[in-house]
């Protein structure tokens, strides 16, 4: 069973940088996907970023050249790092994986090919 502990949200103004972490247990899998997702009130989880056990990344239009997403492997960690916060912005991210899944350099991360979820941090952005 893995486990993943998202950290890192807050409230913020415009303009700013967060950086979210997520920490993963141990898994074996040698090919996985994982991915940042955010949820606004009301709203189903919308794919924000994916990164694959191979290095590749793809991200939301909504987020391109504003967020980066990368992994440290010795610590087990996923990050997201996001610049240039909007209020739109605002919303509770989450992390997810999926073992044995290359999602590759295209793939903005949809959230019915994740099996295992943290459990969310908020991200509040004011203008």
């Known amino acids: 069973q893995v486990q993943l502990v998202e950290s890192g949200g807050g409230s913020v103004q415009a303009g700013s940088s967060l950086r979210l972490s997520c920490a993963t247990s141990?898994?074996?899998?040698?090919?996985?996907?994982m991915a940042w997702f955010r949820q606004f009130p009301g709203k189903e989880r919308e794919g924000v970023a994916s990164?694959?056990?191979?290095?590749?990344?793809a991200y939301a239009d909504s987020v391109k050249g504003r967020f980066a997403i990368y992994q440290d492997n010795a610590k087990r960690t996923l990050y997201l790092q996001m610049n240039s916060l909007k209020p739109e912005d605002t919303a509770t991210y989450y992390c997810?994986?999926?073992?044995?899944?290359?999602?590759?350099?295209?793939?903005?991360?949809?959230?019915?090919?994740?099996?295992?979820w943290g459990q969310g941090t908020q991200v509040t952005v004011s203008s």
């Open positions: 997810a994986m999926e073992p044995g899944f290359r999602s590759g350099s295209n793939y903005v991360p949809r959230q019915n090919r994740y099996t295992y």
């Open positions: 141990e898994y074996h899998s040698y090919l996985y996907s």
């Open positions: 990164i694959d056990s191979t290095g590749n990344t």
